[in-house]
């Protein structure tokens, strides 16, 4: 009978997953990067068989790309694919904020007040890596607040794969999404029930991030992995002596 994971193997195992996915918010893992279990347990002081648990769901989840018989890279859009999966973001993401702003719960928002808080927490922390995950989770927010599930799985597909190219070609301060309070003025007019403002307010946020990361080309460079984990949160996951998974 298969050993049932104890609470701290769970807990160590969110920590690696954790950790690789922090490396991606904040830029230091280069598009084609390739992702080499023994270099990435010894960093993070674990087994291989732990990061490989985290690999295979990063893969699963689109954040990481799975070649056979070479093994587990980051991914690398060109600007053109860039360009497409924003323009059907472009088409979707308006549609959203009109129909929020047409009709919207307490609870809905209540939590689009929130979230928006939290952004800018993050901003006078300074703190990239947090603030590039919340920038993305503010867009699924959105879609989820409109109670449509397929919505939302859409949206955060579409969202996973232009996440890597954003993370390298965003600059290091780094303020909701492309510019100052551009979360906070699109959750303010659809709060205001201003469908017209919020539409043209996320259009134009979008159109931000294509001119942001048009104008700043990838560069492929090797990764350095105990720089591109130097200080996240995750690292050394367990202590280095007890290295079973």
Known sequence: MPRR??????????AVYGAIR??????RLAPGAKLQEPALARVLGVSRER???????LVHEGWLTAIANRGTFVPSLTVEEMRDIYDVRSMLEAAIVRRLSEGHTSGAAKRLKAHVAEERAATRRDDRGRLFELSGEFHVLLAELCGNDELTQLLRGLLIRSTMHFSIAAPQQLTNCAGPHDHGDI????????????AKLMLG????LVTLQATRPLRHEPVDIEQAFRGIDGQRARPATSRRA
């Open 5 to 14: 994971p104890k609470k701290g193997d769970v807990a160590a195992d969110e």
């Open 22 to 27: 922090r490396a991606m918010h904040m830029g």
């Open 51 to 57: 990061v490989r648990k985290a690999l295979h769901r």
């Open 187 to 198: 959750a303010e007019a659809i709060l205001d029930g201003k469908a017209d403002r919020a």
């Open 205 to 208: 946020h979008l159109a931000g």
